[in-house]
T-cell receptor, first 117, second 111 residues
């Protein structure tokens, strides 16, 4: 069983460019999350999908950010008109269907590091 | 609101020393509590968890007890190894699907 995979692992872009990150969750995990992590901070919640439905979005997710999970499998996170403040590690995590007694822990990918020059 | 407060680092210990990393939380109801670990160059991995008061989570020699009366979930290990050098994150999960993470505590173990 493979873990959560993210692509690309590193992205360097110029301010104003658009970038897209992809996340492939663990198979059969119906829940998928995007987090952002900056240096010295813990992961901050961005958005959450259950199957293909985007159920929660953080205030951190400005209108330049959009996430999709079109078939309930992989997900993409796009950042338009990038700014230097967008430089961070973007983490994807997945979680299996909720069952009574389960704790619903997250399984993280290794992250996609974005540097905006 | 929901939040997690972690002991600030960095923490540097000699091999075989005792480790405590403090974590307290603010939440209504009964959250599940977690410790995640991030080794250099790797993603976050679940270290241990507890789902209700007085539960003790344990893994790889690490332990943490869910203390509702003190709203704490302190991480302990009796004898740390160089391979334990990593960043440790305390987290809570409320009913619903959001996790709230602390800021992380960096641990360096020197031989």
């Amino acid at each position: 069983d493979t873990g959560v995979s993210q692509d690309p692992r590193h992205k360097i872009t110029k301010r104003g460019q658009n970038v897209t990150f992809r996340c492939d969750p663990i198979s059969e995990h119906n829940r998928l999350y995007w987090y952002r992590q900056t240096l010295g901070q813990g992961p901050e919640f961005l958005t959450y999908f259950q199957n293909e439905a985007q159920l929660e979005k953080s205030r951190l997710l400005s209108d330049r950010f959009s996430a999709e999970r079109p078939k309930g499998s992989f997900s993409t996170l796009e950042i338009q008109r990038t700014e230097q403040g967008d430089s961070a590690m973007y983490l994807c995590a997945s979680s299996p269907p909720f069952r009574q007694g389960a704790t619903g822990e997250l399984f993280f990918g290794e992250g996609s590091r974005l540097t905006v020059l | 609101g929901n939040s997690v407060t972690q002991m600030e680092g960095p923490v540097t210990l000699s091999e075989e020393a005792f480790l405590t990393i403090n974590c307290t939380y603010t939440a209504t109801g009964y959250p599940s509590l977690f410790w995640y670990v991030q080794y250099p160059g790797e993603g976050l991995q679940l270290l241990l968890k507890a789902t209700k008061a007085d539960d003790k989570g344990s893994n790889k020699g690490f332990e943490a007890t869910y203390r509702k009366e003190t709203t704490s979930f302190h991480l302990e290990k009796g004898s740390v190894q160089v391979s334990d050098s990593a960043v440790y994150f305390c987290a809570l999960r409320k009913a619903g699907n959001q996790f709230y993470f602390g800021t992380g505590t960096s641990l360096t173990v020197i031989p």
